[in-house]
Nanobody
Framework: QVTLVESGGGSVQAGGSLRLSCVAS????????RGWFRQAPGREREGVAA?????????YYADSVKGRFTISQDKPQNTVYLQMNSLQPEDTAMYYC??????????????????WGQGTQVTVSS
């Protein structure tokens, strides 16, 4: 079992930045694939960024956020971050952290992940 707690959401103007944090506890060693997802009202949840916390550091991003968002970790603190720069109104959504036991493929697929946080709201105004 893994518990994930997100924080760092808020309201910003277009062009601004936010850093989301996700603190994991529980069986994190066996569930070391981490992803950030988002869901806007009326839309499906989509993968934003992901990586294997125990791996070489290869990161995966949705095309819509490449070059603007960065996923990283503080391993001793079991914390994964999502640095979001150049935010746009279309980035407005509830953002979720997720964990999975395997990082073999399809890291941005919602169905891969077993554990989810409660979400943190990001609102970007124009």
């Amino acid at each position: 079992q893994v518990t994930l707690v997100e924080s760092g959401g808020g309201s910003v103007q277009a062009g601004g930045s936010l850093r989301l944090s996700c603190v994991a506890s529980g069986d994190t060693y066996k569930n070391n694939c981490r992803g950030w997802f988002r869901q806007a009202p009326g839309r499906e949840r989509e993968g934003v960024a992901a990586f294997w916390t125990g791996g070489p550091g290869t990161t995966y991003y949705a095309d819509s956020v490449k070059g603007r968002f960065t996923i990283s970790q503080d391993k001793p603190q079991n914390t994964v971050y999502l640095q979001m720069n150049s935010l746009q109104p279309e980035d407005t959504a509830m953002y979720y952290c997720a964990a999975a036991p395997s990082c073999v493929e399809s890291l941005l697929a919602v169905g891969r992940y077993n554990y989810w946080g409660q979400g943190t709201q990001v609102t970007v105004s124009s």
